[in-house]
Nanobody
Framework: QVRLVESGGGLVQAGDSLRLSCAASGRTFSMYHMGWFRQAPGKEREFVASISWSSTNTGYADSVKGRFTISRDNAKNTVYLQMNSLKPEDTAVYYC??????????????????????WGQGTQVTVSS
């Protein structure tokens, strides 16, 4: 059974940093692409960042490019999202997802929610101004 558990969220001030973690279990996650999405109240879940199974490729939403960094430690089955220079508009519930399509090349990073097969329960990030 696939399980994803996010942690690391919290209440911070604008300009601060946070590091989110997503611990995966139930599969050999080193074979799958993974990503971070977020959902603010009243809005749809949106893409934040994704990383290929080998860490060869990463992708970012324009709104976080240069501020956020996605990484993974396959030995620990964990994906991270380092968030720097946080802004109030980054406030949302952050979700980790896994794309179980093993046919994906390492050069591709999925950006659509429909491409992901499992999600964690989310972790709240609140940035005050």
């Amino acid at each position: 059974q696939v399980r994803l558990v996010e942690s690391g969220g919290g209440l911070v001030q604008a300009g601060d940093s946070l590091r989110l973690s997503c611990a995966a279990s139930g599969r050999t996650f080193s074979m799958y692409h993974m990503g971070w999405f977020r959902q603010a109240p009243g809005k749809e879940r949106e893409f934040v960042a994704s990383i290929s199974w080998s860490s060869t490729n990463t992708g970012y939403a324009d709104s976080v490019k240069g501020r956020f960094t996605i990484s993974r430690d396959n030995a620990k089955n964990t994906v991270y999202l380092q968030m720097n220079s946080l802004k109030p508009e980054d406030t949302a519930v952050y979700y980790c997802g896994v794309d179980l399509d093993r046919r994906l090349p390492s050069t591709y990073v999925p950006r659509s929610t429909s491409e992901y097969d499992h999600w964690g329960q989310g972790t709240q990030v609140t940035v005050s101004s």
